[in-house]
């Protein structure tokens, strides 16, 4: 679970993050409306992300930063700046290490891009410390985290890309990101296109049967479901089933 924490005065500007936040899953959102409020907030919890507005009541979001950076575990978590005045960036980036910015007024997009930017980028962090690498996947009502060591297939079908985890029995179902886009972004040698149709970790493949000169089905570890191998893919599939067996054998 990534937690996020929002520290913005303007309660027009809330509701747009909340709109946001609210559609990813994997995070927690903390908001806050001032400086003073953001301190209470860390007394009690953790925080992954920090997107603070930089002109605030009290306490500057300037000034909120010296804060968090003089905290033991802050000295280099994310942090966002939200202004309205660009002779503040040059300030923020130098004096407190800030990771990105975002200029008012922006849009529900605009907001998305950046804050999707901040996920992947703690995501990686968080693979340096635990290993554990995530994928944020566009899902058809919102978009989900997933570790990719649960990542078992994708199936692309009638316009929509489906992907199949040890999470749940159900796909998740994506209408805006094709194959060759979801390999890209779960960037894992691992987990391979075999298919036009068809993605796979080969990591959770059971046994190959070669079905005619072109074409090979798979079986799943734990799993009924069967996907398919084309010639294209074939020769890739197996060097990397022969690394990952040297790579487990030590």
Request: hydrophobic share 40%; aromatic share 10%; net charge neutral.
């Amino acid at each position: 679970m990534i937690r996020i924490l929002v520290v913005e005065d303007s309660e027009k500007d809330l509701l747009l993050y909340k709109n946001v936040l609210e559609k990813i899953e994997g995070v927690q959102v903390c908001y806050a409306l001032s400086g003073e409020g953001a301190l209470e907030i860390l007394r009690d919890n953790h925080v992954d992300i920090f997107i603070l507005d930089i002109e605030l009541p009290g306490i500057s979001g300037l000034e909120l930063a010296g804060r968090i950076r003089n905290l033991p575990d802050y000295a280099l978590t994310l942090i966002m700046f939200i202004t309205g005045y660009e002779k503040n960036q040059l300030e923020a980036f130098k004096q407190f290490h800030c990771y990105d910015y975002i200029i008012k007024p922006f849009s529900s997009r605009d907001f998305h891009k950046k804050i999707a930017m901040l996920i992947k980028n703690i995501s990686v962090e968080k693979q340096k410390r635990f290993r554990i690498r995530m994928l944020l996947y566009p899902d058809v009502n919102k978009e989900i985290l997933i570790p990719i060591d649960q990542i078992v297939y994708a199936e692309i079908s009638n316009r929509h890309c489906y992907l199949y985890t040890e999470l749940q029995e159900e796909p998740f179902k994506s209408s805006i990101i094709v194959l060759k886009e979801l390999v890209n972004d779960v960037d894992d040698p691992y987990f391979i296109q075999c298919h036009k149709s068809y993605a796979v970790n080969i990591k959770k493949i059971k046994q190959i049967e070669r079905q005619n000169y072109r074409l090979w089905t798979i079986t799943l570890l734990n799993s009924e479901h069967k996907l398919y191998i084309s010639n294209k893919y074939y020769e890739l599939i197996d060097e990397k089933i022969g690394t990952w067996i040297t790579e487990k054998k030590g």
